[in-house]
């Protein structure tokens, strides 16, 4: 199986390359759905770290790095939330037995894709807002935000990893260091 390197930066912020990979007709036919995922989650966990860094760095404001960000946060989302539900949660439905589908695991968890990508947007909004210049009126507020997304991005992820993926029968990546 090929494996593919995914850039670890963009000019601006974070890297875009799930998505064009995620989409791409070749990576689909080289690339098991669970590696995709795998992939998935270390896209996320690095949204997660640059998002910690923002925090981590209040009051002090990189411009370059928030408007990057903010602008990869909604679309690295969508994306792969899309894939989620229309690749792997299919294929979790079918491991399941029936007492185990009617326990709603799977629409628990679109449930939060759709709490996550309106909560992306709001952050979205202020990381761009604050970037183009805005005032930061107050930095705890914004740390705060910031540590509620993607603290709750990272148990999600945490969720899939240990009882999403091995159902499947995919193996986890781990944790990147």
Known sequence: MRRWRLNQKTQNGLPRSWTTLASSVRAR?????????????????????ALES?????PNVDCARWLGTANAI????????????????????????SAEVDLGTTGRLRL?????????????????????????????AIGFMLRGFFEGLRRHIAFE?????????????GTPG
């Open 161 to 173: 990893r240990e009882h999403i993926l091995p159902r499947i029968g995919v193996a986890d990546a």
């Open 29 to 49: 036919a080289e690339m098991a759905p669970g590696d995709l995922m795998n992939l998935a989650h270390l896209e996320k966990l690095r949204l997660c770290s």
């Open 112 to 140: 939060e894709h759709i709490k996550d990508q309106c909560f992306a947007g709001e952050l979205a909004e202020t990381l761009l807002a604050i970037g183009k210049g805005d005032p930061i009126e107050s930095a705890e």
């Open 74 to 97: 909604v679309p690295l989302l969508r994306d792969i939330h899309n894939f989620e539900e229309t690749v792997i949660f299919p294929a979790y439905k079918a491991c399941l037995t």
């Open 54 to 58: 923002i925090a981590d760095g209040l």
